[in-house]
């Protein structure tokens, strides 16, 4: 009887164990996929589903999250931006952007559309070193890629 009652009790706890090495790969994964949104600069592929135009002198529009301030900062075609952002989980809420203020003709409606996608982002996935960033109806406002 004791040696059944010593089979079971390990059963039970090779069970909890099990439950808390998966807690622990979910909170690794969700590390991961918080870690590779941070520590890269994103280049804007589309936004709001057209493609992204160069900003001046050929520089890629841009995006960087930098997790130990979580501040982020970009290029956004003709101007430098920045602001702040917090995420947790899949969600992300980024901060209304300071930028520099220039003018330049063939990119300011673009980082205008970029500022105003910026300020809706509700959430965001990463598939394939490709950032998708969405709003709270899960509608594509913008794409970045790794350089």
Not at 72 to 88: I, M, V
């Given at each position: 009887m004791s040696s059944l009652l010593k089979k079971l009790s390990l059963g039970i706890v090779a069970s909890v164990l099990c439950v808390a090495c998966q807690s622990n790969d979910i909170e690794k994964e969700q590390e991961m996929v918080a870690l590779m949104l941070t520590g890269q600069i994103w280049n804007l592929?589309?936004?709001a589903g057209a493609p992204a135009i160069v900003g001046e002198s050929n520089k890629a529009v841009s995006i960087e999250f930098l997790i130990e301030s979580n501040t982020?900062?970009?290029?956004?075609?003709?101007?430098?931006?920045?602001?702040?952002?917090?995420?947790?989980d899949n969600n992300l809420e980024i901060g209304p952007a300071r930028a520099t203020r220039k003018f330049c003709q063939n990119t300011s409606e673009q980082e205008n559309k970029l500022f105003n996608?910026?300020?809706s982002v509700d959430?965001?996935?990463i598939i394939d070193k490709t950032l998708t960033v969405s709003d709270d109806l899960n509608q594509v406002l913008a794409v970045f890629t790794i350089k």
């Open positions: 592929t589309t936004l982020y900062r970009g290029y956004a075609g003709c101007n430098n931006y920045s602001g702040r952002f917090e995420t947790a996608a910026l300020s959430n965001y996935k």
